[in-house]
């Protein structure tokens, strides 16, 4: 017969041990799960921890020493870079003077708005203004001018018979004035010559008489001298007068005209036509319009279509490379660099040098091809200058390969 497994059949022994079996197994299996659930979390908490160690820690890239190139992407542009030519926000353009691909100077007239002829008749009538009231100054100051140079012939002939007649009838004065000096001596003498009876009384009153006629002329020349003094000074008093009076109304006939005015109004008319024409404010190639002839220009803000037309000088092309900031400070002025085109826009490898190195770090904005590559890269634009330009002037913002040789500086 099979023992029994009634635990009251069986020897203490096997009693005891039962009971001890039956009071481990549910504590060893307790610790397992508790064992299983911190091996879980453990595995679990490892996986971040090292994320947020190698989020946290800087990545050293020390460079290397035998690098001799940096590479980058980049795109072609016209030296200067391509201007935006615009004029008034609205404004209807009447007569588009360019076309695409063109070659234009500095200061060419590149369009004409709809206001230009308006502009330009009110530009004719303040010309017209002008001439008119320069022909006024012109007369205004003519006639004055006459006045003045007669008012002064006036003066002068005042001046100088006048002055003769005076010095005359001066000199005519002393002489009389002499006579009647002398008349008076023999007068008397006469008188003394009577008393003591050696002349007779007829030849004292000659003398007397002699000596009254000298007496009255040399009053008569003394009164016409003081009038001769007289009306000269009064006549040079009035001729001066009508001088000062002359003189004073040129400049004011000058202020009457308003040429100065005129002139202003011609100045602000020919300032209000030059805003209806619009000029190319450098030499170089129509590389896109913007706004065709009869369309209005585009009213701000309107993003890449605002402007009449974008101008470059692609005479002498540059190449743009976006060098990663991790690389920009091994690149330096007059090094040397190799361009080349991935699509096949042009088969040949260009050169250049570069010539000027950014002082910013931006976003790139050529983006690679590869769907793995960096889209938020930090870049600095290093800009080359072609040693060819000749046969890329037509391939403004081409995407290029750029390989910079750092082992020239």
């Not at 002359?246 to 002139?263: C, G, W």
């Amino acid at each position: 017969m099979p023992p029994s497994s009634d635990p009251d059949r069986l020897p203490p022994a096997s009693v005891n041990a039962s009971r001890g079996l039956r009071q481990v197994l549910p504590v060893g299996v307790a610790l397992g799960v508790i064992l299983l659930g911190l091996g879980g979390a453990i595995g679990r908490w490892m996986p971040f921890e090292q994320a947020a160690q190698s989020q946290s820690a800087p990545v050293s890239n020390p460079p290397s020493a035998d690098r001799v190139q940096v590479v980058a992407l980049g795109r072609m542009e016209p030296k200067g870079e391509v201007i935006r030519v615009g004029g008034p926000s609205g404004a209807r353009i009447d007569r588009l003077l360019v076309s695409e691909g063109e070659w234009v100077k500095a200061q060419q007239v590149l369009a004409y708005l709809d206001s230009y002829d308006e502009s330009l008749a009110q530009r004719d009538l303040a010309a017209s203004q002008l001439r008119e009231a320069e022909a006024q100054l012109a007369a205004e100051t003519q006639f004055q001018t006459a006045q003045i140079a007669e008012t002064q012939t006036r003066i002068r002939q005042i001046e100088q018979p006048q002055a003769q007649a005076i010095v005359a009838q001066e000199a005519r004065l002393r002489e009389l004035q002499a006579s009647l000096a002398l008349g008076l001596q023999d007068l008397e003498r006469d008188q003394q010559l009577h008393q003591d009876g050696a002349i007779a009384q007829r030849d004292l009153d000659r003398q007397k008489t002699q000596v009254k006629e000298l007496q009255s002329q040399v009053q008569t020349a003394q009164a016409t001298l003081e009038q001769l003094k007289t009306t000269r000074s009064s006549d040079l008093k009035n001729a001066q007068a009508q001088l000062q009076t002359a003189q004073a109304n040129l400049p004011l006939a000058q202020v009457r005209t308003a040429v100065e005015s005129a002139r202003q109004n011609l100045k602000l008319a020919e300032t209000r036509l030059n805003e209806t024409i619009i000029y190319a404010p450098q030499g170089g190639r129509v590389l896109r319009l913007i706004t065709r002839q009869g369309e209005a220009i585009p009213a701000a803000p309107t993003g890449s279509d605002e402007g009449i037309l974008e101008l470059g000088n692609t005479r002498q092309m540059m190449v743009v490379a976006e060098v990663y900031e991790s690389d920009v400070a091994r690149v330096k002025m007059g090094q040397k660099a190799t361009i080349t085109s991935r699509n096949g826009a042009f088969t040949d490898t260009l050169t250049g040098q570069v010539e000027e190195i950014g002082w910013q770090i931006f976003k790139n904005n050529v983006l690679d091809d590869d769907p793995a590559a960096n889209a938020d890269a930090r870049v600095v634009e290093v800009k080359i200058r072609l040693d060819n330009s000749d046969r890329v002037e037509s391939l403004t913002n081409l995407q290029v390969d750029v390989t910079i040789n750092i082992q020239e500086s």
